[in-house]
């Protein structure tokens, strides 16, 4: 019998082991998936939490529900890899386990710790995050009382995860503060490291442009050095300063440190993978998906179900022997709640940038590429369902996992 290791039951680790349990032969190969918690979270939903639109309930499942009876679930914080053994030490016990093939999904996290300031004293007062769930929640009490100012939505770093979810933030606060009839109460400040509203060119302007009608000031190419809590000042290299009332702040996102003790991980702990098969730089035993891979594309759930498609049908050739031949072209999407019912959409991958459009289905829809509709927010919100149902679930969907160009115009 082989031993297929899969490290995090998030949202890629969930959907390999749904997918290769069903895939793989039974009598040939057992699942394990370790992870040191036993709730799985639906982070998309961390957005809704600080606006009350969605309760801490609504984005918690219990992983063993997530995963196959077949499936063995260990549940303890990962020490380490050590690659030359095959094997992968536990925290809980010291214990070891032993693999034929390892799968590395352990993610990406948040790291405040890695800011000057940013956690002394006034962490969960004046500055908050929404990127953990005991952060968005503490967030929820924050807001449910705040009486406005200078409220400050920053990125500390690229990449970091949902790169679009800070944005989304920002468009849902002027909703909540208009809808709580104070919007003129409070100034909205995006503050990011990139020199405009997103990553890529096109997106970048359309997204500028809602942010600017939603008259949020934006400072662009603000590398933040420390933050200085007693003056409630971000402060930047390049000795800019930014004052804040309520700072929400993305920290620095890394991959687990065991990665890095393990010595698999680049500066940040992802881990070197071949950009189409997910396959380790260094080990022929070894995948990284989700989060925890330094592919060049977005750090997202999307891409994680996308690419596990394709990783699942390659690994069963590898399993046989054969070459993997499948390659993944880094598509992902995301939907960008804007506030007041609507939402946009974007779908992109590694050589295409996110373009107007029609999607899924080229000239119908029903969402709208770059475009803030009605329907966009309503696939934004059926969209949890979907995770918890089908997409975790490993059960095929008939989105392809590739991305189409038809639907898409250039500008
Ligand atoms: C606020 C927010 C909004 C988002 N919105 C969207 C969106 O709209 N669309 C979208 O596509 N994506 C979105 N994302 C991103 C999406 O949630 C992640 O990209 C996705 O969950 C990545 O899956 P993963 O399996 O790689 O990592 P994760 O789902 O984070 O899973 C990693 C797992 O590894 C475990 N783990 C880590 N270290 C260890 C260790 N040392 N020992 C044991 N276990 C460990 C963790 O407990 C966790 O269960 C959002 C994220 C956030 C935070």
Redesign the pocket.
């Known amino acids: 019998m082989k031993k297929l290791l899969v490290?995090?039951?998030?949202?890629?680790?969930?959907i390999t082991a749904n997918k290769l349990n069903r895939r793989l032969d039974s009598d040939e190969w057992s699942i394990t998936v370790?992870?040191?918690?036993r709730i799985?979270?639906?982070?998309?939903?961390?957005?809704f939490i600080p606006f009350g639109i969605y309760e801490p309930d609504d984005v918690i499942k219990s992983?063993g529900s997530l995963l196959p009876p077949e499936v063995e679930l260990v549940v303890?914080?990962?020490?380490l890899i050590e690659p030359e053994q095959n094997r992968v030490k536990l925290?809980d016990g010291g214990n070891y386990l032993d693999y034929d093939v390892l799968i590395v999904?352990?993610?990406?996290?948040?790291r405040p710790d890695e800011t000057p300031g940013l956690t002394d004293g006034s962490w969960r007062d004046t500055i908050h995050d929404?990127?953990?769930f005991d952060g968005?929640v503490a967030l929820a009490d924050k807001l449910r009382t705040w009486d406005g100012g200078r409220l400050v939505v920053h990125i500390t770093e690229m990449p970091c995860?949902?790169p679009?979810?800070p944005l989304?933030f920002t468009f849902l606060a002027d909703a909540f503060f208009h809808n709580k009839g104070m919007r003129d109460r409070v100034e909205l400040v995006y503050v990011t490291p990139l020199d405009g509203a997103f990553t890529k060119p096109i997106a970048s302007e359309h997204l500028g442009r809602m942010l600017e009608a939603k008259k949020v000031e934006v400072e662009t190419d603000f590398a933040v050095e420390r933050v200085d809590p007693d003056r409630n000042m971000l402060v930047s290299y390049d000795e800019r300063e930014i004052p804040y009332d309520l700072l929400v702040t993305v920290p620095v996102n890394m991959g687990?440190?065991?990665v890095d003790r393990s010595g698999l991980g680049d500066e940040l702990n992802y881990v070197p993978v071949d950009k189409h098969t997910f396959l380790s730089k260094e080990y022929d035993n070894i995948f990284a998906?989700?989060?925890?891979a330094d592919l060049p594309t977005?750090?997202?759930?999307?891409?994680?179900?996308f690419a596990v498609d394709v990783f699942a049908d390659n690994f069963v050739r590898y399993a046989k022997g054969l070459p993997m031949v499948e390659e993944f072209d880094g598509h992902?999407?995301?939907?960008i709640e804007s506030g007041f019912g609507k939402a946009a959409i974007i779908d992109f991958n590694y050589d295409t940038e996110p373009l107007p459009g029609k999607y899924p289905v080229p000239g119908i829809g029903p969402f709208s590429l770059l475009e803030e509709t009605q329907i966009n927010h309503w696939g934004?919100m059926m969209?949890r369902w979907l995770y918890w149902n089908v997409l975790l679930k490993g059960r095929d969907t008939p989105l392809p996992a590739a991305m189409t160009m038809a639907g898409k115009h250039a500008e």
């Open positions: 490290l995090g039951a998030g949202t890629a680790g969930t370790v992870d040191q918690d799985h979270y639906y982070q998309p939903g961390f957005l992983k303890s914080e990962i020490d925290v999904a352990t993610g990406t996290q948040p929404f990127y953990t968005a995860k949902c679009v979810a989304e687990a440190e065991f998906l989700g989060d925890a977005s750090k997202a759930g999307s891409v994680a179900h992902a999407n995301c939907f934004k969209f």
